[in-house]
């Protein structure tokens, strides 16, 4: 599947943002989507995962209470709203989908096949 990103910007320390994750074709049941971030110099975080079968998601520990992920499985359409953004929030934010994944492979970004381009989140504080 072919996976698009959007929805970053430039925010204040304390807004919100939602981001998408749109895919190309059906996100059939076996698929996991999930949301991970990088800046530079490290390596790519997990941040959130939904599950296309019992729609089951995962949550960093880093993000719990401020992130959720959310989805439109009719609208192919994978969602991650972001509340009380910090500037540690700063990074580049990937969506991400596998097929066949493992619940406890889903936080590795390997796990995933298929990769968007990344928008781009910028908190100022």
């Known amino acids: 599947v072919q996976l698009q990103a959007f929805g970053g910007g430039s925010v204040q320390s304390g807004a919100s943002l939602r981001l998408s994750c749109v895919v190309s074709?059906?996100?059939?049941?076996?698929?996991?989507v999930g949301w991970f971030r990088q800046t530079p110099g490290k390596e790519r975080e997990f941040i959130a995962a939904i599950r296309r079968s019992g729609g089951t998601t995962a949550i960093a520990d880093s993000v719990k209470g401020r992130f959720t992920i959310a989805s439109d499985f009719d609208k192919n359409t994978v969602y991650l709203e972001m509340k009380s953004l910090e500037a540690e929030d700063t990074a580049l934010y990937y969506c991400a989908a596998g097929y066949g994944i493992i619940i406890s492979a889903q936080r590795r970004a390997a796990a995933h096949a298929d990769w968007g381009q990344g928008t781009e989140v910028t908190v100022s504080s």
């Open positions: 074709g059906r996100i059939l049941h076996g698929y996991t």
